[in-house]
């Protein structure tokens, strides 16, 4: 098998009462795993793509043959999303960047209210299903994107710092129709040292 679907780095339960304990173990358990078992089915017949990184393969998609790529693309992206999304998530987490990402927050969006007002407004803006993220575009500045699906930012020569993951199976349990709700109530679990870490390598 090419990729594994990573623990949660956290209880099920540690990003109460935010984001609750069941969305998090059905959306993990079932929703991550299904994403990479279909990611390995689709490259179990290239194993010389399936030994990169799946971050290389998302880069540089345009080099996926043909036939898969629709799969590397939707169950490949669903990987890699999610993979990432757990680890920019945490307990008593939430709060405010500091340091160096903190001021090209300030500097871009011209202040961390306003960057939230315009985050949130990414999120709440993307039709049916996918994501809303922070990225460091391809000349190395900061931008709020939003990608439908499982499609993803790499492909577009971005890299992330911060996402949110706004298909419904995300928050439906708890929140229902009430998008806003959930992505207000988010704000209260971003990791901003993994945010700010990535922001530092990505800048490197």
């Known amino acids: 098998m ?5 623990p949660l780095p956290y209880a099920y339960d540690a990003l109460e009462p935010y984001l609750d304990a069941r969305t998090m173990e059905i959306h993990h358990d079932k929703h ?3 994403y990479t078992t279909n990611c390995n ?3 179990a017949e290239h194993p010389d793509l399936a030994a990169k990184p799946i971050e290389q393969l998302l880069r540089e998609i345009d080099r996926v043959p043909a036939d898969i790529r629709p799969a590397v693309i939707n169950h490949g992206g669903g990987h890699y999303h ?5 680890r920019i998530l945490g307990p008593g987490k939430g709060g405010q960047p500091k340091g160096p990402l903190a001021d090209e927050i300030k500097k ?4 961390f209210d306003a960057f939230k007002e315009q ?5 709440l803006g993307r039709f049916g299903s996918g994501w809303a993220w922070l990225c460091l575009d391809a000349s190395g500045k900061l931008a709020i994107c939003d990608t439908m699906n499982q499609d993803s930012p ?16 995300a928050y439906y349990l708890k929140y229902q129709n009430r998008r806003a709700d ?3 109530a988010w704000w209260n679990v971003v990791n901003w040292d993994m945010a700010t870490d990535l922001y530092n390598a990505g800048r490197r």
């Open 2 to 6: 090419a990729y594994e679907t990573p």
């Open 32 to 34: 991550h795993v299904t």
């Open 41 to 43: 089915k689709a490259l």
């Open 82 to 86: 999610h993979s990432f999304y757990w």
């Open 108 to 111: 871009v969006f011209g202040g």
């Open 119 to 123: 985050f949130a407004k990414a999120a």
């Open 154 to 169: 790499l492909s577009k020569g971005h890299t992330p710092i911060l996402t949110i993951d706004v298909w419904e199976h």
């Open 182 to 184: 959930f992505v207000a």
